[in-house]
């Protein structure tokens, strides 16, 4: 069965750059989540969206920018990275109208130098 | 959404029963006990959901008491591949736009 597919799986930046992480949900699922993992911390919901409309946001920093597009892949823009910027970030999919749970991608590692 | 709160750790050994148990106290009427698990640097894995009694899969069983202020997950018999972190989280049916995780449970299995 397809999973969420995230890319890149490894980034490495330096400071004051920017990033840009994409995410493709499974097929038909209408909602996406993103989330940052810090080292040994708990994922932090940073923002959603719901059929291609923005849903919630998070503890999502100002710098951060996020789009779902027509073909509902997401994007989540980072600008001006800082080196608390580097985490793991997960991007994860699931249906509010067959009432699924959320998948998870398996993320994309970034590190800023 | 419901607030979770689950034991920081716990440690067990192969071929044991471990069960992890989880309190949402404010727990509303369409919200899903949901149970994750996540390896180090890998996206959390979904385990089991329940919404009341006892759910059953192949990997572990989910208990739901009538009035679902708790959860308990059980894993039978865990290997040392069960070492991960679990994640117990309540997911609203009407509203599944974001999940807020809590601090999850640390469990090591000892050989």
């Known amino acids: 069965a397809a999973g969420v597919i995230q890319s890149p799986r490894h980034l490495i930046k330096e400071k004051r750059e920017t990033a840009t992480l994409k995410c493709y949900p499974i097929?038909?699922?209408?909602?996406v989540y993103w989330y940052q993992q810090g080292p040994g911390q708990d994922p932090q919901f940073l923002i959603s969206f719901y059929e291609k409309m923005q849903s919630d946001k998070g503890s999502i920093p100002d710098r951060f920018s996020a789009q779902q597009f027509s073909d509902y892949h997401s994007e989540l823009n980072m600008s001006s990275l800082e080196l608390g910027d580097s985490a793991l970030y997960f991007c994860a999919s699931s249906s509010l109208t067959l009432n699924t749970e959320a998948f998870f991608g398996q993320g994309t590692r970034l590190t800023v130098v | 959404l419901a607030k979770t709160t689950q034991p920081i750790s716990m440690d067990s050994y192969e071929g044991q029963e471990v069960n992890i148990t989880c309190s949402h106290n404010n727990i509303a009427t369409n919200d899903y006990i949901t149970w994750y698990q996540q390896f180090p640097s890998q996206g959390p894995r979904f385990i089991i959901q329940?919404?009341?009694?006892?759910v059953t899969n192949e990997v572990a069983s989910l208990f739901i008491p009538a009035d679902r202020k708790s959860s308990t997950l059980s894993l039978p018999r865990v290997s040392l591949s069960d070492t991960a972190v679990y994640y117990c989280?309540?997911?609203?049916?009407?509203?599944?736009?974001?999940?807020?995780w809590g601090l999850g449970t640390s469990l090591a299995v000892n050989p």
């Open positions: 097929p038909r699922h209408d909602t």
């Open positions: 329940g919404y009341k009694t006892k």
């Open positions: 989280l309540v997911r609203n049916a009407g509203n599944n736009r974001k999940l807020i």
